[in-house]
């Protein structure tokens, strides 16, 4: 059952990549189960890089807010990867608990996913406001709309691939 459940959880990575990242390659060529973590920093690395080529087909800078903007993006990425990164732990927990699932265990998978959700709100809030004071506010807004649009398509993907609580 663990087995089928790892085998299940690699498969929702890959679509999530498939999904929130059309273009990047995927991770089938990394060994997931022999090193789980350098797959997931080979997919968070590919994940950002494709995000901020979105973003940057979407929004229109001029060179001097370019210079501003893109060095906060990217420590608006980082602080959103560690927030990924326990959900990605917390997915791990659920696929190694799924068949031996105790009341607790179900409880603590729905707690990490709303933390997950008023995590990202509350660094959304934050980063617009930070945004705001490198670009025009109707940018700034662009700039999270987007993400927030990339996020639900890859929280979607990953949940469609694991099972619900039984």
């Not at 080979?42 to 995000?51: C, G, I, K, P, V």
């Not at 602080?79 to 799924?98: C, G, L, T, W």
């Amino acid at each position: 059952m663990r087995r089928f459940l790892g085998s299940i959880f690699a498969v929702g990575l890959i679509s999530l990549l498939a999904y929130a990242a059309p273009q990047t390659k995927s991770l089938a060529g990394l060994a997931l189960k022999s090193d789980p973590e350098q797959a997931l920093k080979a997919y968070r690395s590919d994940l950002q890089a494709e995000r901020a080529d979105i973003m940057a087909k979407n929004i229109t800078l001029t060179p001097e807010q370019a210079a501003k903007f893109w060095p906060a993006y990217t420590k608006f990425q980082a602080e959103q990867a560690s927030i990924v990164d326990e959900q990605m732990k917390a997915v791990q927990k659920y696929v190694d608990a799924y068949s031996e699932m105790d009341d607790s265990t179900a409880l603590s998978l729905v707690n990490a996913n709303l933390s997950r959700d008023s995590q990202m709100f509350a660094l959304r809030n934050k980063w617009l406001g930070e945004f705001r004071k490198i670009v025009p506010t109707r940018t700034a807004a662009r700039v999270i709309q987007i993400d927030r649009r990339l996020g639900l398509t890859s929280q979607l993907a990953l949940s469609a691939q694991l099972p619900l609580i039984y």
